[in-house]
C-alpha cells in the first residue's frame, strides 16, 4: 500500500488535505473523462516527514509566528533559509523509494512536475504563479531534486507574501507534487471559460501560441486570442499576434527559441481546433461548477489539459439574476449611498437589507422580510439593487433616473451608467417597465409616504429656522423610543423583532423628517443665480459653505481638537479615562470606521484610534491651525453675505433683492448642517442595536450554539432563529468575508457578470475625475486604507484613499487636499473639505494609480490630478 503516492486517476475532493488543490482537480477531471495527461502525485504526509526528518519544523514554526510582524527584509531572509534548507535537504529512504517506484510506472520517462499546495487552485485563492513548476525533467535524480525544489517553493517570499495577504500566512500550510508525463506541445494555451477582464459569464476567453506554454503564463509572449460566445462557441472577436518567441524543450529542461518567420502571424487555432476546446471547456466548467482557468496543450492531433482552477478574480453574480431571462443592471447601492468598499458583516448585510422592508410593506402587505425585496440583493457582501425596470425609457435616463439619483452624490456612478446603457440600449429598451406601471397602480401607498413628505417640505420653506428645531426634536424622540423598547425586551425574539421594524420604520420617519430642511440645500446656487443678474463675478458666495454650524460632523473634529489643545496645556497623555477623552467618547463614541456595519466594534469599544488622533495632534501641533481654520472660514463666509449685499447694492438691485439673497445665504447656514444629523441619528440607533445583538450572541454562547458572543455578527437573522448549532455557519461566513474583503467591488454590474468600475480617463501625466472641493494645491500624496492609518500622515501630505466617511473628519485638518475614489458634491468628504477650505477631487481608482510620496497637483476646480517631476 502506497504511504507517501498515489495516481491522480485515484484522486478525488475529498483528497485536498492528502494531495493538495492541483492534484484534486486534475483527478476530478480524469473522473469527468477530460484528457489530462496519466501520472501520480505525492502526498502532503511525504512533505511533513521530510520536514520533520531534516529538522526544520521548529524554524517553520517560529517563521509564521512572527511573519506578520517583520519587515520585508527580514521575512525575505527568514524564509529564504527555509527554502534553501529544504532544497539541500535529504529525502527519507521510504519517500524515495516509493517516489521511484511511481516514477518507474511511467516508464522513467520525461515529466512535468508542478507543486500541488493545500491552498492552492481554490475557489478563494489560486495561488496562482506563486510556486514552482518544472517541465521535461528525466531521471529518478533529477526528479528527486525537483520535488524538493516544489517542496521549497512553499517558503519562496513571493509565496509567503502572498499567504500573508490572503490571511493564510499564519497557517502551517502542507504541500503535495503532482508528476505529469510531460507533453511536447507544438501549441498550447489558456482557456477562461468567463472573460477575466470584465467578467462576463457569457464570454469565453482563448489565448493560444507556439510550443509550450510556460512563454504566455510567464508574459514572454503576446499570444493569438480569441473572444467566444459562451452559449455557442461562435468566435465574438480574433486577434492573431506577432508572436515572436516560443518555449521549447532542451535536452533536460526547457528554453527559449525564436519563431520562425512563416509561422509568427499564422493563427495557432484553426475553427475546428477552436471549437474542440471550447466543447472541453464547457464540460470542465459543467463538472466544477464554476468558470475555470484552463491550461491546456496540443500535441499529436490531440488536446490535452494540464491544469484548472477556478478564476478567483470574478466579483459574485446577482442570484436574482437567475429568474430573469434578459440583462439586468445592478448598482452598488453600498458605495454609492454610504461610500462603503469593504464588504459588511453577514449580520450587518442582514440590517442593511432589512432598510427598505418597512416602506415596501406599505405597497404589499405579502412582503414578510428582505427575501421579498427581489429589486434589492448582497453581493459579494455589498448590497445592490437591479435599477433595470427603473431605466427602460430611455427617455428618463439622464434627466430624470441618472442625474436626479447619482450626480451630485456619485457623478462617477452616473457618467458608468450612461456608458453602460449606450452600450446596450437596445437589450434594456425593448421591454416595457414592469415596475412603473405597478408603481402608477399603488397611488394610496404613495401618498400616505409622500404626503408627509410634502408637508414637512413646505413647512421648511416657510418657517427654515422652526424646521431645523422640529427636525432634531423628532430625530431625538425616535432615540429615546428606541431605547425604551430596548429596555422592555427581553427575549432572543423580542430583540430580533424590535430590530427589524425599528430600522424600516426609521427609514421612513427619517426621509420625512429629512425633508423639513431639504428646501434650504441649494439655497447658495438659488442666490448666486439670483445675484448673477447684477454681479459678473459670483463665486464668493460659495464661501458661505464653509464651517456652516450646527453640522455634527464637523463638531466633532472641531470638539476632538479642542480636547487635543485642553490635554496639551497640562501635558497629560490621552486615554479613555481622561476627563476630556471620556466625555469625547460619551457624545461621539458610538461611531466606527464603518458606521452602517453594526458588526463593526464602535469607538467606545476600541478607544485607541481616537487617543491615537489626539496624540497626533498634540506631535504635531495641528489643532491650532485646524481651529484656526474652522473659526477662520465661520468668519469668511459672514464676510461674504455682508460683501455680496454691498455689492447687489451698489450694481442697483432693489432692497427687496438683497434681502431675499441675504435670507437664503443665511437660511443655508443655520439649516445645511442639519443634513449629517440624519445619519448621526441612525449611527446612534445602530449602536442600540449592536447592544442587543451582543445580548443575543451571550445567550447564544450560553447555549452552546455559538463559541464566542460576537460571532453572533456572523450569522443572520434566519441563522439565529432555525435553532441549529451556528459554529459551522460562522466559520463559512468568515472565510466568505475575508474573500470578499480582497476583491474589488464594481459599482456598475449587470447579470452578465460584467462590472464596470469607471477608470478615469487618463493623459500621459494627469488623471481625470471630478472636482467636488475648489482650490489648488501641490504636495506629496499619502494613500490611506483606513482612517486607523492617520498617523503615518504628515502635515500638508495629500490625502489619497478610496471613501471618506465622518470617521475620517478628524484628519482633515491635516492634509493640504483630498483625493477619493467615490462620492460626488454632496457626498461627506466633499461637504466637509469644502467646509475647511481643502481642494478635493474624485478621482475613480485613485490608491492604484498614485503612491505615497508621489508629487501631485490637485486642481479642485477642473477636477485633474497631475502628476510632478522630482
Known sequence: MSCFTRRLSSIRERHLALAGGKAVNLGEMMKAGLPVPEGFAILTSAYEIFIEENGLQEAIERLLADASLMDAQKLRLEAEIIRRSIIEGVTPEPIRREIDAAYAKLGEDFVAVRSSATAEDLPGTSFAGQYSSYLNISGRTKLQAHIRRCWASLWNYRAL???????????????????????????????????????????????????????????????????????????????IADKKLMTVRRENGVGERSVPEGKRGTPTLNEEEIRRLYELGTNVQRHFGSPQDIEWAHSDCKFYLVQTRPITSLYPLPQGAKQWDDLRVYVNFSLVSQGIHEPLTPMGQSIFLKTFVAPARLFDRRIADERDLWWQESVGGRVFIDMTELLRDERRWEDVIVNDVFSDQEPVTAEALLGFLARNREEITSRKSRMIPWILRKIIPLLRIALPMGINWLYGKMFPLRARAKAMTEWEQVLGQLRKKRDAADTIEDKLQLIERHVGEYTLSGFATLSLIAPCVNNVERAQEIAGRYLEDTSRLQRVKKSVPHNITTEMGVELMETAKKLDERDAEPHPDQKEVAEFLGKYGHKSNQDMDVGVPRWQEEPEYVCGLIRSHIKNQTYEKGLRSFYRGAEEAEAAIERTGEELRRAGASPRVVSKIRRLLRTYRETFGLREHSKFILTQAYQIYREMLQEVGEELAGQGRLDRPEDVFFVRFSDIRSGEPLQDTVQMNLRRHERYAALSAPRIMASTGECIYAAAQESDDALTGVAVSPGVYEGAARVLDSPEQGTKLREGEILITRATNPAWTPLFVSVGAIVMETGGPISHGSVVAREYGIPAVIVPQATDKIQTGDRIRVDGESGAVRRLGG
Open 161 to 239: 507574501s502572498y499567504r500573508l495577504r490572503q490571511k493564510a500566512g499564519e497557517e502551517d500550510p502542507a504541500h503535495g507534487v503532482v508528476v505529469q508525463r510531460m507533453i511536447n506541445a507544438e501549441k498550447s494555451g489558456i482557456l477562461f471559460t468567463a472573460n477575466p477582464v470584465n467578467g462576463r459569464r457569457d464570454r469565453m476567453l482563448l489565448n493560444a501560441s507556439w510550443g509550450l506554454g510556460e512563454a504566455i503564463v510567464g508574459g514572454e509572449v503576446t499570444p493569438d486570442e480569441w473572444l467566444l460566445a459562451h452559449d455557442s462557441g461562435g468566435i465574438l472577436r480574433e486577434n
